[in-house]
């Protein structure tokens, strides 16, 4: 028995040699093949044969054909905040409430939520006639310094940036947050002295004398105390009508009256722009211009604009006009300054707030128009008379 098996392990052994023996010459007459032929990448199993003439070890897998597990990063460990700790609650194991993270907070830019408007805002110059014509009055030589200046190059290509930066849908996007309001009217007027401008704007009017004929607003809004309402689409107008209009702010109306009954002496006046700088869109505005006429009074005809162009976005981020679609209330003083300001849909507060403004405004307006007459009179009733230089909503504020 043992010579038997003795015999049995070696002739094991010399077919083990012959057999790594064939597989040596099966990979030297492949490398001799490639030598004498183009080169090609080698097979899987030729690979798998010099590895096992490399490595004793694997000579009895080198023909292994299984699918190669390849190695991978381990796991992360769990978070020890993550893991659910376990509690015991009358003999009986609970498993605590997992932590969460908390959600992540919007930038103070891409934040929605409307905030109360708490500086004055506009321009830091006076409203001239002539501005924000859209009209280049430059001669051709003022044109080409500037195409070659290098300073103004920078100027109009970081102007382009901040456009092609800006979403096309960005307007659209935040009407779905509080329905587009951008901030909340303040609850006190703008101080005289603080308070910034509101800029010339060109267009044209509903007037019938010159209907062809551009007017700036300067010259309508100075020296009165101007409700200006900005707008430039259908929805836009229904929220400044929240504002503005007789049928859901009629105590404003109620001034708007007292101020015309008086006569050249009023001194209050509404006055709405309806921007479009839509081409089409512009000249269809101006062809269903008899539309708009017959919904407003012949006296407010001259008051409501329809301005094309000259408006930038500078100007627009100065007077806090920031969304397109969103409908804006301003009330300027005399100087055709902004000492208050609402947008989008008003509430109840804001009205209140609008009346009180109107009604402030009006008294500076007209105490110092008094002054400057020489007619100041600074009792309001006087031996129980009221005051005929004032009209009768003066005495409810």
């Not at 002739?11 to 064939?22: D, E, K, V």
């Not at 199993?45 to 054909?65: D, M, N, V």
């Not at 409203?127 to 051709?140: L, M």
């Not at 109107?358 to 128009?369: D, P, T």
Request: aromatic share 10%; proline share 6%.
């Amino acid at each position: 028995m043992r010579r038997c098996s003795c015999f049995s392990a070696t002739r094991a052994s010399f077919f083990r040699r012959i057999q790594s023996t064939a597989r040596t010459y099966s990979a030297l007459f492949y490398l001799h093949n490639i030598s004498h032929h183009i080169m090609k990448a080698p097979s899987l199993p030729c690979l798998r044969a010099l590895r096992a003439l490399a490595t004793l070890e694997s000579r009895g897998q080198c023909f292994f054909t299984s699918r190669r597990s390849y190695a991978s990063a381990p796991p992360p460990p769990p978070s020890k905040l993550a893991q659910p700790s376990l509690r015991s609650r009358g003999g009986a194991a609970t498993a605590a409430l997992t932590y969460r993270e908390p959600k992540k907070t919007m930038d103070g830019d891409d934040d929605p939520t409307p905030k109360p408007l708490g500086r004055p805002i506009g321009l830091h110059h006076p409203p001239q006639r002539g501005e924000n014509s859209g009209i280049d009055g430059r001669s051709w030589r003022q044109r080409r310094d500037d195409f070659v200046n290098y300073e103004k190059h920078l100027d109009r290509r970081e102007k382009m940036a901040k456009q092609m930066a800006r979403p096309y849908f960005r307007d659209f996007g935040m009407m779905k947050h509080f329905k587009g309001k951008t901030f909340i009217a303040p609850e006190k007027v703008f101080k005289r002295d603080f308070a910034l401008y509101f800029p010339n704007l060109r267009g044209l009017t509903l007037s019938k004398e010159d209907p062809t004929l551009e007017k700036d607003t300067v010259d309508v809004m100075k020296g009165k105390v101007s409700i200006v309402s900005v707008f430039s689409s259908g929805w836009a107008e229904h929220q400044v009508a929240t504002f503005c209009s007789e049928k859901q702010h009629p105590e404003l109306h109620e001034i708007l009256k007292a101020e015309k009954s008086m006569g050249k002496a009023g001194l209050a006046q509404q006055v709405e722009i309806n921007v479009e700088t839509n081409t089409l869109k512009y000249w269809i505005l101006r062809l269903f211009a008899y539309n708009i006429r017959a919904q407003r009074a012949k006296e407010d005809w001259g008051k409501y604009f329809i301005v094309h162009k000259g408006i930038t976005e500078e100007t627009k981020e100065a007077i806090g006009l920031l969304n397109n679609r969103v409908g804006y209330v301003y009330l300027l003083d005399q100087q055709c300054k902004i000492r208050w300001a609402g947008s989008a849909n008003a509430d109840d507060a804001e009205k209140a707030s609008m009346i009180k403004a109107v009604k402030r405004i009006l008294a500076e307006a007209r105490g110092a128009k008094e002054e400057t007459d020489g007619q100041a009179n600074k009792g309001a009733n006087v031996g129980g008379t009221r005051n005929p230089g004032k009209p009768k909503y003066a005495n409810r504020a």
